[in-house]
């Protein structure tokens, strides 16, 4: 498209405002911010702050025969500035890195308070509460300006010098108005004492540009704490709301933007008779539609600072698949000397939990790339006759014509609600608004539909033209092709080939290559230090239910049969073109001497994209006369009855199936009709995964984020490990959408049972850090709802399998939902309870008890209709009886490691006879 270069030479030119030389020019071009720093700093006290009902702002008013004409408000003035590449920080307020997005930082992190109170009552994190409360206890600082909503006028926002810790803590949450921030500058300017400042990215500007000028307020305000901001909502956006919903403002008490317990909350408006209406965040007239399209200042609407460039730490919520915990975490960018010394006294104190990140993360979790795109915005508003604010070296994107376009909607919803005129009318507008925006949706969805039908047609058409064969050759003697369950960050999935490596470069040394094929080829070949290709793609069915998942799913079908023929046509010496990942697992499998697919619970109705995956692989590979050989599986169930055809087909392919649980498995293969496979109950492959060293696990542990100091050294009788599968959800009856607050109350009430009645700790060990099903942060629950959560840690730090099974080792019982959890504790001699939900978790979990031959050691009821009274006489039992137990397993561990590598010698037999399918 053609770029609007053009008018960014001369249309869009950046004009300085013109006019006497104070900000009467810059409130007459709508740039003002409302900060009310000019008010603050004038020397002349010739500047005061009105509140404009009508544009619901504060805004600047000049006594024209008391100004001087000194430009001090214009010097300082953010509404002009809106460079985030100023020169004005100083040495010890930024970093030597620097970026044009997130401006100069020194540490990049994700956080959240270890005060509970904190934690519960902040927007997120708490981090913000934190810093200040450190710096106060520590009297490091005398105070800390922060923001409260006026008394008496609780639409409005003032802000307040906080002194003491609980002042602090009710400035908490996010007020989604705009503030006078400058005018607590008289106030701080005429009293002894250094303050912390907390405002948004334009008074951190304005701070900056005030202390370069007047050292005094430099000493100050040593500290400046910025808040992210997309935007701040005028004062007309809450009293939009309150018509909408019917509440008469004259009888409200207090408005609280982000109440409630869990992220991101819910706005509470408390009236004077005690009613309270909760009001939804995403609620169409809050954040669903009215707060996030209408109701912008002009100068937040040409603002490209969303994470205040020039404080000291910038603090906002955090919406990256980092560090989860029900109560929101925040993002913190550190930038300066005092922000590190500032998060390093926190951190070292234990005052916050906290992770790394890097700025990939940041910029794509805060969606910075589209909001820092002002490009489309500055042509509107200055073809309407705007003047614009000076961005000084700032970057912008290229503006295209299509980028003008597609920007026009947000143009004329600022445009339109940047006056209060009439509710009804900016109702109708914001839902023409929503319902343009759905039928927006539908059309993507309309044209992903088409797009992925004319990607089948063009694979279709490309296919079976000839292509260019690139042979792979044998780099070893021998070689294998290894397919499974791992490569999304499961520990426990990874703790299965990891084992199986072991064995088979024991067998085979360097004489083997290995290929193994992964959803995250970069992630399985650091991890475990052998070559990896992508996954064969476009061969699954997904489990998803509508039109659109259909048609998807017919699309896949199609490929099925397009990447089947396309190997029997490689078979036979005609090689055609398929989509890389096809062509590149045809040629690698037709190199190998063998497939191998390492133990998982993958083969059944539940998780049907893997099913079909896994057994059309088993079809090539057959196809290819390569053998299948598959270890420690956990199979089926098998519901409709063309997933059980297509499991009676494909089953039958391999030359060996083991399975990992007794007798379960195996019923369900033959009752379908499984017959030409030797199929054997071993174990599961990890159970002979080696441990790490009980000295070195004791320092990784206490080296943890998650742990408290000395905790190890903590005197009890028994320590306990707890784990709770993140992915529960994913096989309950309910689905994805399940509720897993019910079954984190069961298990806090049973730690809670354990610590009350035994001398003992809990340890909660997680096993998968898998974005979307992270442990962590259903252990993080569990503690929070603990009433002895003081006694209890939650092990924060990422670990491969051996570590964390070194961990395990440091436990005298565990209790868990994952089965990977329960295998490490089992093979370690511990005993273990294993509690689950679903079929599909609960089939695996009794699998292994059996094999242990401890049935007490699984809960029979699925968790989602435990009692918490029954499950803790259940703990007890195993609690009481452990020594039995653990001589039980010590008898009986040693056979199941033997039988856990039936599968693994089976196929160096294979590869030394050099047998091949018939």
């Not at 408390?270 to 912008?296: S, T």
């Not at 009804?424 to 343009?436: H, V, Y």
């Not at 067998?507 to 475990?528: C, I, N, Q, W």
Request: aromatic content about 8%; charged content about 25%; some cysteine.
């Amino acid at each position: 498209m053609r770029c609007f270069r053009g008018c960014e030479n001369s249309m869009l030119r950046e004009k300085t405002v013109i006019g006497r030389n104070n900000i009467s020019s810059v409130v007459l071009n709508h740039l003002c911010c409302g900060c009310a720093f000019c008010a603050g700093i004038c020397p002349a006290g010739c500047i005061r702050m009105k509140r404009d009902d009508d544009r619901g702002l504060y805004y600047p008013v000049i006594d024209d025969a008391r100004c001087t004409d000194c430009g001090v408000c214009m010097s300082i003035c953010p509404g002009v500035d809106a460079n985030i590449h100023s020169d004005i920080l100083d040495e010890g307020q930024k970093s030597n890195r620097n970026h044009s997005w997130l401006g100069s930082f020194d540490r990049l992190l994700v956080g959240y308070s270890t005060d509970d109170a904190v934690h519960r009552r902040g927007s997120s994190g708490g981090v913000v509460t934190e810093i200040l409360v450190g710096l106060l206890q520590r009297r490091m600082i005398d105070g800390a300006v922060v923001t409260v909503m006026k008394e008496g006028d609780p639409l409005w926002a003032e802000p307040v010098i906080a002194r003491t810790v609980s002042e602090i803590l009710e400035a908490q949450q996010s007020k989604y108005c705009p503030v006078p921030i400058g005018t607590v500058l008289g106030n701080i300017k005429n009293v002894p004492g250094r303050y912390a400042i907390v405002g948004l990215p334009c008074h951190m500007k304005a701070l900056r540009r005030i202390q370069a000028i007047d050292g005094r307020l430099k000493e100050k305000l040593p500290y400046l704490i910025g808040l992210f901001c997309s935007r701040t909502p005028s004062f007309n956006a809450t009293k939009f709301l309150l018509d909408r919903k019917g509440i008469d403002s004259g009888r409200v008490k207090t408005i609280e933007y982000r109440s409630g317990d869990h992220h991101v909350g819910h706005m509470a408006v408390r009236m004077k008779n005690g009613g309270v209406v909760n009001v939804p965040h995403l609620d169409f007239h809050y954040w669903g539609q009215m707060f996030a399209n209408f109701f912008i200042p002009p100068r937040c609407y040409l603002c490209v600072d969303k994470v205040a460039a020039y404080a000291d730490v910038a603090v906002g919520d955090n919406w990256s698949n980092q560090l989860h915990h029900p109560w929101g975490t925040s993002t913190v960018i550190v930038r300066s000397e005092k922000g590190r010394s500032i998060m390093d006294l926190l951190e070292a104190e234990k005052m916050v939990v906290s992770k790394s990140v890097d700025d990939e993360t940041i910029i794509a979790s805060q969606d910075l790339v589209r909001k820092q795109d002002v490009g489309p915005k500055r042509f509107w508003w200055r073809i309407t006759g705007g003047v614009l604010p000076d961005y000084g070296a700032t970057r912008f994107q290229e503006v295209t014509a299509w980028g003008v376009v597609r920007s026009f909607p947000s143009f004329l919803r600022f445009s339109l609600s940047r006056r209060y005129k009439n509710a009804g009318f900016l109702a109708a507008a914001g839902t023409a608004s929503s319902i343009t925006g759905k039928i927006g949706k539908i059309a993507a969805v309309s044209l992903e539909i088409l797009q992925k039908g004319f990607s089948l047609a063009k694979d279709l058409i490309v296919s079976f033209r000839p292509a260019t064969h690139h042979e792979i050759v044998k780099k070893s003697p021998y070689k294998i092709v290894i397919i499974g369950g791992y490569g999304a960050r499961d520990i426990g999935d990874e703790a299965m080939p990891r084992t199986d490596l072991i064995h088979l470069r024991k067998m085979f040394g360097k004489r083997l290559e290995v290929v193994m094929f992964s959803p995250d080829p970069k992630y399985t070949a650091s991890y475990h230090g052998e070559a990896s290709v992508d996954d064969i793609e476009k061969i699954g069915i997904s489990s998803r239910k509508g039109m659109a998942a259909a048609l998807v799913n017919g699309t896949k079908l199609l490929h099925m049969i397009i990447f089947l023929t396309g190997t029997w046509l490689f078979k036979k010496g005609l090689h055609v073109r398929l989509w890389p990942s096809a062509y590149r697992g045809i040629r690698e499998i037709a190199s190998a001497d063998l497939l191998f697919n390492v133990g998982g619970g993958n083969l059944n109705s539940i998780i049907p994209e893997e099913f079909y995956k896994k057994g059309v692989t088993y079809t090539a590979a057959s196809i290819l006369g390569k053998p299948i050989v598959v270890s420690g599986q956990t199979i089926g169930p098998f519901r409709g009855r063309f997933d059980r055809l297509f499991a009676r087909y494909v089953l039958n392919k391999p030359r060996m199936i083991t399975f990992r649980d007794k007798g379960i498995s195996r019923n369900r293969c033959r009752e379908i009709g499984i017959t030409k496979p030797l199929l054997i109950d071993a174990a599961d492959d990890a159970m002979c995964l080696p441990s790490l060293s009980k000295r070195t696990a004791m320092q990784t542990v206490e080296n943890d984020p998650g742990v408290t100091p000395g905790w190890l050294n903590r005197k009890a009788e028994i320590t306990v490990c707890m784990n709770m599968k993140g992915s529960l959800r994913l096989f309950t009856s309910k689905g994805k959408d399940t509720n897993l607050s019910g079954l984190t109350e069961i298990l806090a009430r049973v730690a809670d049972h354990i610590l009350a009645h035994y001398k003992a700790k809990i340890v909660f060990i997680p096993t998968d850090y898998h974005p979307d099903v992270d442990d962590r942060r259903l252990h993080r629950e569990i503690a929070a709802r603990m009433a002895y959560r003081h006694y209890a840690c939650c092990i924060e730090g990422e670990y491969d399998d051996v570590t964390l099974k070194g961990m395990i080792g440091l436990c005298n019982v565990a209790v868990g939902s994952r089965y990977h959890f329960c295998v490490f504790a089992a093979s370690l001699g511990i005993p273990f309870l294993g509690i689950a939900s679903g079929i599909y978790q609960m089939t695996k979990l009794r699998g292994l008890s059996l094999l242990c031959g401890a049935p007490q050691t699984f809960y029979e009821t699925d968790l989602a209709e435990a009692d918490a009274d029954d499950l803790n006489r259940r703990v007890d039992e195993i609690i009481i009886d452990r020594e039995s137990i653990a001589g039980s397993l010590r008898l009986i561990v040693p056979e199941l490691k033997k039988r856990s590598t039936t599968a693994v010698e089976f196929a160096g037999e294979l590869l030394e006879r050099g047998v091949t399918a018939s």
